[in-house]
């Protein structure tokens, strides 16, 4: 593992573990706004996801956002790794933790 792999490693556990996605600095928990969140999710995530009903192409093997909601572990904690961790598939993204949230709840507002 070259030194820049596993710099970017250690940011990115770094940021996970002090910043779990909806801390805020005061201690308060940030819920998200789910129809900003929507926005995002079309602008950044639409490439390979299915974000919503109206959508009609998604990249294969990508799991539509619906489907995402109705997972049993699924929650904030674990998008927020999953998108400053991405695996190898998703692309790395440059996203705030307010904006990982905002994600997230618009994710679990699809939830059934």
């Known amino acids: 593992m070259n030194i820049f792999k596993l710099a970017m490693l250690v940011v990115s556990a ?11 600095d005061n201690g308060s928990v940030y819920i998200g706004d789910a129809e900003y969140g929507r926005g995002l999710a079309e602008r950044w995530c639409a490439s390979c996801h299915l974000v919503s009903a109206g959508q009609q192409h998604a990249a294969a093997g990508a799991p539509p956002f619906a489907t995402i909601a109705q997972s049993a572990n699924f929650n904030a904690d674990r998008l927020a790794h999953q998108l400053l961790a991405p695996h190898p598939s998703m692309a790395k993204l440059a996203l705030s933790r307010s904006a990982v949230s905002d994600i997230a709840a618009y994710i679990i507002s699809l939830k059934k």
Request: no cysteine; charged share 0%; proline share 0%.
């Open 14 to 24: 770094w940021l996970l573990l002090t910043y779990s996605g909806l801390a805020t």
